[in-house]
């Protein structure tokens, strides 16, 4: 059996088609454990690999990256870049790579599913009912809202921005956008408008984040922004938790400024803002935009192409800093 040059690792284990695919050409070895790898156990784990396919959550610092001796390439399981120091991998020859496109269609229906969640009021409903007793033919019982014709404000308008804006269109919905030009090709399609974030925020009955977290996104809704919202307003947010300010957002939702919202990413993730958890009026999930069997397996596949066009030599397809010039 002829032995194979590279050694890959693999922070987590992922679905199997990506690790066949890699150990057609490398050595591969992952973190068998359910936990995330604390700095130093990820500064262990990386030496002397050629390749390593990393998750969202694993911080590659400078301190990391310097035990990367070996690395070629950090492939990222993942859309989301924000765990990778670009210069200081770029510094140290080490290209970096992410998995665009495959999680546009999961993460818009998750989107949608938090949208249903809230004004419906789903989780209190299901709750109701594991009491073993219904009473929901009160005139004013367990009121929701309907979604079909209210006006959807997606912030945002990329990949997964633009399948929730083609979405809408099954529900007849008026729809606003923001982004950083206007894409006549999404307008032609979908009849959706280009407007600025205030109009947007003021005229929107649902409104949908979909922007990156950049140092200018942060906190890019905040009080003033929530005042400006309908008091039916819902807000769903499945981009980074950094782009809402969370004490701003449970004051408005404790006071009843806005209706209700839904999120799936948090600010300090993995760990949920202590008065969240308290709020009727918010549907959470634990970061499950791409969590189909479907996308997770495109997203590990995506991130082994990119392994393996650098060992090969060639530069990934998914490069977040072609300017590294290899070990």
Known sequence: MTAKPYHVY???????????????????????IEDALTPEQLKAAVRDKDAILSM???????????????????????????????????????????????????TAETAWA??????????????????GKMDSWSPFGYLGQEITGKTLGVIGAGRIGSAMIRMAKGFAMPI???????????????????????????KSDIISI???????????????????????????????GQLINTQDLIWALENKVIAGAGIDVFENEPYVTPGLEKLSNLVMAPHIGSATYETRVNMGLTAARNII??????????????????K
Do not use: W
Not at 16 to 32: F, M
Not at 114 to 124: D, G
């Open 176 to 202: 606003l956008y923001t982004a950083h030009s206007p894409k006549p090709e999404l307008e032609q399609e979908t009849g959706a408008i280009f407007t600025d974030l205030d109009t947007l925020l003021q």
């Open 10 to 32: 693999i922070t987590r284990k992922i679905p199997q088609p990506a690790i066949d695919l890699l150990e057609e050409h490398c050595t591969v070895t992952y973190n068998e």
């Open 56 to 106: 969202f959550y694993d911080k590659f610092t400078p301190e990391v990256l310097d035990c990367c001796n070996k690395a070629k390439i950090i492939a990222n399981f993942a859309v989301g870049f924000e765990n990778l120091d670009i210069p200081a991998a770029t510094e140290r020859g080490i290209y970096l790579s992410n998995t665009p496109g495959v999680l546009n269609i999961a």
């Open 114 to 131: 938090l949208i249903f969640a809230v004004a419906r009021n789903i989780p209190a409903m299901d709750a109701v009912c594991r009491t």
């Open 210 to 240: 979909h922007a990156p977290a950049t140092p200018e996104t942060k906190y890019l809704i905040s009080k003033p922004q929530l005042e400006m919202m309908k008091p039916t307003a819902i807000l769903i947010n499945t981009a980074r």
């Open 309 to 326: 066009a650098v060992l090969k030599g060639e530069m990934p397809p998914n490069c977040l800093n072609p300017e590294a010039k290899q």
